[in-house]
């Protein structure tokens, strides 16, 4: 019987409601029921549940995901909480389905984002351990150092978030735009780098995610085509959804 059991977080995700991030905010929030009744947080869903989200009885849309590209702009929100924010990107782009962000671009910054209801694709795409690129396009307030370039490639101790960027790669375009290519997504991540460098950034555009390149005008979308998810399929074939923590061998 607890093979047949599913996480409540993880359900909202595989039928295709949300990430799993969001379904622990709705969960924590008590806007999901089981059966009628607010469940506990790692409450388990059996198959014959009915699970509802704000008393809409959620649907398994497993077999018809939809995979969009989308430019976003300056000025849009990536949050699904169109309750909380106006300029949300759910709102602008008012597609038919509830889709929703892989992963976010700050309010400021432009260029792509994925959207899908597909929740398995977005934990495999934004597990930092998978290694997924992600390349942007940034100007700054002053020229560029070649000492700035080879420290942001490798990596900048951020205090406010307690930990050191990983390596990657940084070309510089001309005197005050550089291209830098990231496989994590921490919070305003080049945005933390470049103020320790004492840098302020003007203008910040995702250009490509994994095999996905922006192609679009500024605040349109597109479906992926079938040779891009054919080949995102393979980039994440591999790809763990799941955290799992290092072990640490301790010294002998």
């Known amino acids: 019987m607890s093979d047949n059991l599913t996480r409540l977080n993880k359900y909202l995700s595989e039928v295709g409601y949300c990430s ?4 622990d905010k709705l969960i924590d929030a008590g806007r999901v029921t089981i059966n009628g009744t607010v469940p506990e947080m790692g409450t388990k869903v059996a198959p ?3 699970v509802a989200v ?13 995979y969009l590209a989308f430019n976003k702009p300056v000025g ?5 909480d169109t309750r909380v924010e106006k300029d949300n990107i759910i709102d602008f782009i008012g597609y038919h389905k509830r889709i929703f962000p892989v992963g976010r671009l700050d309010k400021p910054s432009e260029g792509l984002i994925l959207l899908t209801d597909d929740g ?5 795409i934004l597990r930092a351990s998978n290694n997924h690129e992600k390349e942007y396009i940034v ?12 420290r942001m490639k490798k990596g900048i101790y951020l205090d406010e978030l307690k930990q050191t960027t990983k390596p990657c790669k940084v070309k510089k375009i001309n005197s005050t735009t550089f ?3 990231l496989t994590q997504g921490l919070n305003r991540q080049i945005r933390r780098m470049c103020a320790h460098l004492n840098y302020e950034v003007q203008t910040l555009k995702r250009v490509r995610i994994m095999n996905i390149k922006l192609d679009l005008p500024v605040g349109k979308h597109r479906e992926l085509t079938k040779d891009e998810f054919s080949e995102l399929s393979k980039l ?8 799992k923590p290092k072990t640490v061998k301790r010294k002998q």
């Open 20 to 23: 799993r991030r969001e379904a």
């Open 48 to 50: 014959n549940d009915v």
């Open 54 to 66: 704000d008393g809409e009885i959620i649907k398994n849309t497993k077999d018809h995901f939809v």
């Open 76 to 80: 849009i929100v990536c949050t699904t």
């Open 120 to 124: 398995d694709i977005v934990n495999k």
């Open 139 to 150: 100007t700054v307030d002053k020229p560029i150092s070649q000492t700035f370039i080879e």
């Open 179 to 181: 291209k830098i290519v």
């Open 236 to 243: 994440i074939s591999n790809s763990t959804k799941e955290f």
